[in-house]
């Protein structure tokens, strides 16, 4: 029986890099995947590319009247949500003297109030599910100063925090819903291809354990995605996972 049969299941930004893999791999895993994107043909792409099932939406995160009618989609469509994961981001490469007002607000609006405004509207449906799982992107630039990524880093800071509310108030009313956030480092994917100053130049990465300073794939990510919504994790809520190849634990 696939891991995660008959769940249903939303992904944020799912039209590229990490979301993209998530929708793959969790689709692969059985569940009916909601693949959005204020990027509707992307996310039109990878509904087709997983086929039956697959339903594509318009959807930018920073709106909550998209956000509305995301979910008046799916509680018409199955009455209930069993996997949440927000992914939508973007990444304006500024210092803290560099970074505008409108760079930070932006920033903010899509990874900070995105993510309230989706966990806050979608608990309702999420709580009627048997295993809830919301699972929050966060970043390992959450854990350090990293000044050129500083409105980003700021915004994850955020979810990281506001995850270990959100898990801790799903107990409290009796939800079954678990809440966990991801830290990956760099992973290969458009938002760090441009970041690295290699927009559309897609790096190989090698098979098998990767040496130190490596950079990930997005199935390395995909993979814990698929672990973590599965009945399997049924004791995880409010952790905080690393994907970094150890780097992060390296004087
Ligand atoms: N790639 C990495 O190394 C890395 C590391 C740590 C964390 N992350 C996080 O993982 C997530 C995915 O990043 P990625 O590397 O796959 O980036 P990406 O740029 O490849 O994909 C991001 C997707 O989000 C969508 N998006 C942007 N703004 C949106 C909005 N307002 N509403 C809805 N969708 C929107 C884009 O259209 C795109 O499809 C982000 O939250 C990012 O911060 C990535």
Redesign the pocket.
């Known amino acids: 029986m696939s891991k995660l049969a008959g769940k249903i299941a939303l992904v944020?930004?799912g039209?590229?890099?990490?979301?993209k893999a998530d929708c793959l791999r969790l689709a692969e895993a059985g569940a009916i995947v909601y693949v959005?994107?204020?990027?509707e043909a992307?996310a039109q792409d990878v509904a087709a590319q997983i086929g039956e099932g697959a339903v594509a939406l318009r959807?930018?995160?920073?709106s909550e009247a998209e956000w509305q009618a995301v979910y008046e989609r799916i509680a018409a469509d199955h009455g209930r949500l069993d996997i949440l994961v927000n992914?939508?981001?973007?990444?304006i490469v500024a210092d803290p003297e560099q970074t505008t007002i409108e760079q930070f607000d932006k920033t903010m609006d899509?990874?900070c109030k995105?993510v309230f405004i989706g966990c806050k509207l979608g608990l309702p449906l999420l709580a009627k599910s048997e295993n809830g799982s919301i699972i929050n992107?966060?970043?390992?630039?959450s854990h350090f100063g990293f000044p050129p990524f500083f409105a980003?880093s700021a915004a994850?800071g955020a979810v990281r925090s506001m995850s270990k509310s959100i898990a801790i108030h799903c107990q409290d009313q009796g939800y079954k819903v678990r809440c966990n956030t991801i830290h990956?480092?760099?992973?290969e994917?458009?938002?760090?291809q441009g970041a690295m100053g290699r927009p559309g130049e897609e790096q190989e990465i090698p098979q098998g354990v990767l040496p130190a300073g490596s950079i990930g794939a997005?199935d390395d990510v995909a993979s814990l995605i698929v672990f973590l919504c599965s009945d399997d994790a049924r004791f995880l809520t409010g952790g905080e996972y690393l994907i970094d190849n150890g780097s992060s634990i390296r004087p």
């Open positions: 944020t930004g039209g590229s890099g990490l979301g959005t994107d204020v990027n992307a959807h930018d995160v920073a992914n939508a981001g973007i990444v899509i990874m995105g992107m966060c970043s390992n630039a980003y994850k990956p480092s760099a992973i994917t458009p938002m760090v997005p």
